[in-house]
């Protein structure tokens, strides 16, 4: 028995002397291949230095003390974390390391950056906590460049190869010192940031609950505190690979759109100044963000920044304009919408209901807002909706380029390119005060769309407008309407202008207005034998062109809604008759004039009884048709009209007609 319990003795201890042995064996390697991995960084330029390193075998605990390490990059980016505690760790392979659970306590990050200014910017995180970690288990290389681009995207790669269900850091506060008073320095802090469901480069979820921000700025020798607070920011299905491709500069021929993030959401946002406006916006959500690597080139943009605070040269500005015009090209955003944003000034303020556009290849699909509404000392003003249709960023941004030469403007039609790069635009339901008189214009809409360009010029036009006002009575033309009753105009007018170019044709239709209380009209007017060069911006070269153009039909019809009664009631005031009397003596001189005429012209005679009973019967409609006899050249028509209007209604067949 006794040798029993000396057998079994000797095993225990034996077996307990194994086991610590190899915990002492495991200790020592795991030592060692963390040294391995602080040396690789020394190696590679960098700093790097910790403390004591523990590993527990029982419970697979691995822990580093007073870890701190420094880039070779120039501007260096250093590190400082006071202890790393990683439970459960596994090495599933000679390439991977896992752990059940990582915490780091107390770290630190901070960086520099030397573009434009001395931007100098910490981190402090008092905890990061992993679960269901995996990674690589040694250090890859650093990129060799110092470029802060590069080093973003070694960073961004780094994340591609971590898996983690996921990641919280329960608070970050930060300090931002850019070294220039003007551009001023601040705090700021997150709070409950959480990253979800780390894989092969993707994450399911990116949320913080809030963030905040205090600055100041230097502006004329005083300072100014700039405070700003979001809440509940959030971003879903975010694509670290297909950043780093977008970053790779061996992707620089890649025209394929990579989308980074499904959808970005924030919720209140509000920003604050001493004496400046408290601005809010209630939501913020942006869907599809992506870009194309052949056209986001963000290290040629920043190698054109001039350093410190030098002024760009015309050559160097024209560049960056090139170069952010290509960012936009690169860009793609599928839908962006601010909602409720709000500005209080001391002088008043406004508020807007929504603001959206979108982007692709340097454009903006619409932009626009809706739902303004501010004040003026004159009055409130309203706004339901303005939108501006496919607006070119990136080709604005290239014609501004040209303007950066006061000593060399750009050409005529270089400038006038401006216009093509919006298609149109539109306004509804707009609302202000007209001066001080307490009374409102309103606009219920403009819709204005252009295209078909021959040159910079477009050949094709369309024109809606409603809208109303009060009449002035400080002015001259319209105190007779003053006079006849009426307090304010209305109008609806619908216009359109199209050239084609194999008939060489131009008409104007439709060409309606009505003016509120007074007539309708509308017209068709056409040319023939307009030539593509009378678009050109030389007016010389226009103006021979012109020469070629020939008038065709013109169909006018009026529709009488009381304004031949206002001009009826405005002859007798004038002449201090009656309404009966006035409208006799219009009619009478109308007749007396087409007679005078009917033997050069008989058609004179056939138009002058129409109008006259369309004077002598109020409410009526006039129609109006000429028919050119033959080929009339436009500029003679012209011509003739300033000379001899009577010749010039010569070279047309009349016809006239008037029914109700």
């Given at each position: ?186 705090e700021f802090a997150y709070a409950n940031v959480t990253l979800r469901d780390i894989k092969a480069g993707k994450i ?457």
């Amino acid at each position: 028995m006794v040798k029993i319990l000396m057998g079994l003795a000797a095993a225990v201890v034996i077996a307990v002397g194994g086991f610590f042995g190899f915990e002492l064996y495991t200790q020592h390697r795991i030592e060692g291949e963390v040294a391995a991995a602080f040396e690789q960084i020394r190696a590679g330029g960098g700093k790097a230095s910790h403390g004591k390193v523990s590993f527990d075998l029982r419970s697979r605990t691995l822990k580093i003390a007073d870890i701190a390490t420094e880039s070779a990059s120039q501007p260096p980016v250093g590190v400082k974390i006071a202890s790393i505690t990683a439970s459960g760790v596994g090495q599933p392979d000679a390439a991977q390391f896992s752990a059940d659970a990582i915490e780091a306590i107390d770290l630190e990050l901070n960086a520099r950056m030397t573009a434009g200014a001395d931007w100098q910017v910490t981190y402090k995180m008092p905890r990061i906590a992993a679960k269901d970690f995996s990674g690589p288990a040694s250090l890859p290389r650093p990129p060799a460049s110092p470029s802060m681009i590069d080093q973003y995207r070694f960073l961004i790669e780094q994340l591609g190869a971590l898996t983690a269900s996921s990641i919280t850091v329960p608070s970050v506060a930060g300090t931002m010192n850019s070294g220039n008073p003007a551009l001023g320095s601040g705090e700021f802090a997150y709070a409950n940031v959480t990253l979800r469901d780390i894989k092969a480069g993707k994450i399911a979820a990116v949320t913080a609950d809030r963030m905040t921000f205090t600055g100041t700025t230097q502006a004329k020798g005083k300072a100014e505190k700039v405070t700003g607070d979001l809440a509940n920011l959030a971003a879903q299905d975010v694509d670290a690979v297909a950043a780093a491709t977008i970053l790779d500069p061996q992707r620089a021929n890649d025209d394929q759109y990579y989308r980074v993030y499904r959808q970005i959401t924030a919720g209140a946002y509000t920003i604050s100044s001493g004496q400046g406006p408290k601005v809010r916006i209630d939501g913020l959500t942006v869907d599809d963000i992506g870009a194309r690597p052949s056209r986001l080139q963000l290290a040629a943009l920043l190698a054109t920044i001039p350093a410190g605070t030098a002024q760009p040269t015309p050559a160097q500005a024209r560049e960056m304009m090139e170069r952010a015009a290509k960012i936009y090209e690169g860009m793609r955003i599928g839908n962006a919408e601010m909602r409720g944003f709000s500005m209080d000034m001391p002088e008043g303020g406004f508020k807007l209901a929504s603001m959206r556009f979108s982007l692709e290849n340097g454009k903006t699909g619409e932009f626009a807002i809706e739902g303004f509404d501010g004040r003026t000392p004159q009055g409130p003003i309203k706004l339901s909706r303005f939108a501006l249709k496919s607006l070119d960023i990136a080709g604005l941004l290239r014609l501004t380029a040209l303007f950066s030469n006061p000593a060399q403007p750009p050409p005529p039609d270089q400038a006038l390119g401006m216009i093509a790069l919006l298609e149109g635009a539109e306004l509804k339901g707009f609302t202000a005060p007209y001066k001080n008189t307490g009374r409102l214009i309103n606009v219920d809409l403009v819709n204005l769309d252009w295209g078909q360009f021959v040159g910079p010029i477009p050949s094709k036009a369309r024109l809606t407008a409603k809208m109303s006002g009060p009449l002035d009575t400080t002015h001259p033309g319209q105190r007779m309407l003053i006079a006849a009753g009426l307090d304010k105009m209305a109008i609806d007018l619908d216009l359109g202008t199209a050239w084609t170019e194999a008939s060489r044709s131009f008409v104007l239709e439709p060409a309606t207005v009505e003016l509120g209380g007074m007539l309708k009209a509308s017209a068709r007017v056409s040319l023939a034998n307009v030539p593509r060069e009378v678009f050109s911006i030389n007016p010389i070269q226009a103006a021979a062109m012109a020469t070629q153009i020939e008038a065709g039909g013109i169909e006018l019809t009026v529709r009488d809604l009381g304004g031949v009664d206002l001009a009826v009631a405005h002859y007798a005031r004038m002449q201090n008759v009656s309404r009966d009397a006035a409208r006799q003596a219009i009619v009478q001189d109308i007749r007396a004039s087409a007679a005078k005429t009917a033997i050069s012209n008989p058609d004179a005679e056939a138009l002058a009884d129409s109008v006259a009973r369309f004077i002598e019967t109020p409410g009526t409609t006039l129609t109006i048709k000429l028919t050119p006899l033959g080929k009339v050249p436009v500029m003679q028509l012209f011509q003739m009209l300033q000379t001899d209007p009577l010749i010039a209604l010569a070279q047309f067949r009349i016809a006239a007609s008037t029914g109700l």
